[in-house]
């Protein structure tokens, strides 16, 4: 069999066996059975009946969608006799990385954890899981004394793992094109140029319109806005994902980002999701856990104390507790770098039976980890569409901001693709920068890593977003940040200080922010 074939067979297996252990699966299986006392459905052409009927009652569709979906988050195809780990990530010193760093972020919660004398799980007394769930809508009125928990990291705490990123095959940029690469990121991954990008982002050329550009007030509206918006509603009355996810690339209309955003990501809101987010409810009520003050602590300093988002404040509690209990997230690490952290019941440690995944999801929230969810809540008004959108947009993109991978959005490559741009397109201003020791990407990097939330205003930055889903892709996150220094370029030019070229970015426009 050739290697294309094998490719498609293992791709088609994968995605079948998804599907087995969805609610469609189970939904379509019915429908199927129903259609059998139709009468247009016969014998002896039972098979194309079925279909017909599928496609004319809409599930059809919904089957297409499912399928889509599964392909926009399925691995980059590999070797058939490659090891599972080379799915998660096929180069080893990346593992290796990634590895120690879980390490580091394991010592740092379990020495909070030691100093405070505080259990990383247990079960709330009776009565204080009544007055939680009396205070459910109300937790930001909540006002616990979190003055001796701290994150277990930030940004810059990463920032400096992924500078001291080495390829032990290359000593000292054995690499031509590395030697010549005076960036912080020292590792030879394969970045797009500015060619490349052209073709990758060919909607986002000067000829085609652009939501955010040619819908303001300048522009009559029948030059672009009103067709787009017409357009719109269409790719929704046909529910179809992948005319969806082509349409955002050049922005979508405010009134209709919602159900577009939904329908790309696959999320129909069931009664079965409902009840999900419902038992994951119940689970916050009944244990308290560790991570809980540390999604405390970082709502109060971050989305709490920004202009746009504090009103927010109970719906991020709400689905970031949720999140912390989803054991469905799990299922994203056979993709992801990273291997969730594990967990022994007293007195058991290292033996494998008595180890728990903690926090059930895998993911241990960082400085900064609720301005993922906070913009989300402009659209999605209900928590439990709320949370399903969340979890679907981290599984999908966030969880590359904030794990070591050759992955093409990935954070390294992303940081690699910034300073590449930069350093290829804007010499001067790059070599100026880092002679005064003001390294773009130590700018940069808390942007990219929190896809720019809290740093551009909620319309800008659901623009930003819309391509991301768009282009099933986070390196937008790169070329933007190397524009905003193109658009600074003569103000940074002047700067001699970090501080000082920090301000001049910030003063991008009132909208930017520090």
């Known amino acids: 069999m050739p290697p294309e074939e094998s490719d498609l067979s293992l791709i088609i297996a994968h995605v079948v066996q998804k599907l087995k252990g969805s609610s469609l699966y189970a939904q379509l299986e019915r429908q199927a059975w129903a259609s059998l006392q139709r009468p247009e459905i016969r014998l002896e052409s039972l098979k194309e009946d079925i279909k017909e009927f599928f496609k004319i009652s809409g599930w059809e569709k919904k089957l297409q969608n499912a399928v889509y979906s599964e392909l926009s988050v399925y691995p980059l195809p590999s070797h058939p006799a490659a090891p599972p780990e080379h799915l998660k990530e096929p180069l080893v010193y990346m593992r290796k990385a ?3 760093w879980e390490k580091r972020i394991l010592k740092s919660l379990n020495s909070m954890c030691t100093e405070l004398s505080i259990p990383l799980a247990r079960k709330r007394p009776a009565l204080e899981q009544k007055e939680l769930l009396n205070k459910w809508n109300e937790m930001g009125t909540d006002e616990p004394d979190l003055s001796l928990f701290r994150p277990v990291y930030a940004p810059k ?5 992924l500078i001291n ?4 095959n290359y000593e000292n940029g054995d690499s031509l094109g ?8 020292q590792v030879p991954l394969k970045v797009k140029d500015i060619p490349e990008l052209k073709e990758c982002f060919v909607e986002l050329g000067l000829a085609t319109g652009q939501l955010g550009i040619d819908d303001s007030t300048q522009v009559p509206p029948e030059l672009f806005e009103n067709e787009h918006v017409r357009i719109g509603q269409k790719v929704l009355l046909e529910q ?3 005319a969806a996810q082509q349409y955002i690339r050049q922005g979508s209309p405010t009134a209709l980002r919602a159900e577009l955003w939904a329908l790309i990501l696959n999320i129909s809101s069931q009664p079965e999701d409902i009840l999900y987010y419902e038992q994951l ?4 009520i009944q244990h308290d856990l560790l991570v809980d003050s540390l999604i405390y602590k970082d709502v109060k300093l971050t989305a709490s104390n920004d202009d746009y988002y504090f009103v927010f404040e109970d719906y991020l509690y709400q689905v970031l507790l949720c999140f912390s209990r989803d054991t469905s997230v799990l299922s994203h690490f056979s993709y992801n770098s990273a291997s969730p952290p594990k967990s022994y019941i007293r007195g058991k440690l290292g033996l494998e039976e008595y180890a728990v995944f903690y926090p059930p999801n895998g993911v241990i929230p960082f400085h900064g980890f609720s301005m993922y969810v906070a913009p989300l809540c402009f659209l999605y008004h209900e928590p439990y569409k709320l949370y399903q959108i969340f979890r679907e947009m981290y599984v999908r993109f966030f969880f590359r901001l904030h794990s070591i991978s050759s992955h093409p959005s990935g954070i390294v490559s992303l940081c690699l693709l910034f300073e590449t741009l930069l350093q290829t397109y804007l010499p001067q201003l790059f070599y100026h920068l880092r002679e005064i020791g003001a390294q773009p990407l130590r700018i940069s990097f808390k ?3 929190r896809a720019f939330s809290g740093y551009l205003a909620t319309d800008q930055l659901l623009l930003l977003w819309d391509r991301i889903l768009g282009y099933n892709s986070l390196e937008i996150l790169a070329v933007l940040a190397a524009a905003v220094f193109a658009f600074r370029a003569v103000n940074l030019m002047e700067v001699t200080s970090l501080a000082a070229a920090e301000l001049a970015c910030y003063s991008l426009s009132p909208q930017f922010q520090q």
Not at 157 to 161: G, M, R
Not at 178 to 185: E, N
């Open 157 to 161: 705490d990463f920032l400096e793992v």
């Open 240 to 242: 179809d994902s992948a």
């Open 281 to 284: 409810k119940t689970n916050v």
């Open 178 to 185: 590395f030697r010549t690469h005076l960036g912080l990121i």
């Open 447 to 449: 942007w990219m890593v």
């Open 165 to 168: 990123l080495r390829n032990p």
């Open 98 to 100: 990634q590895g120690s």
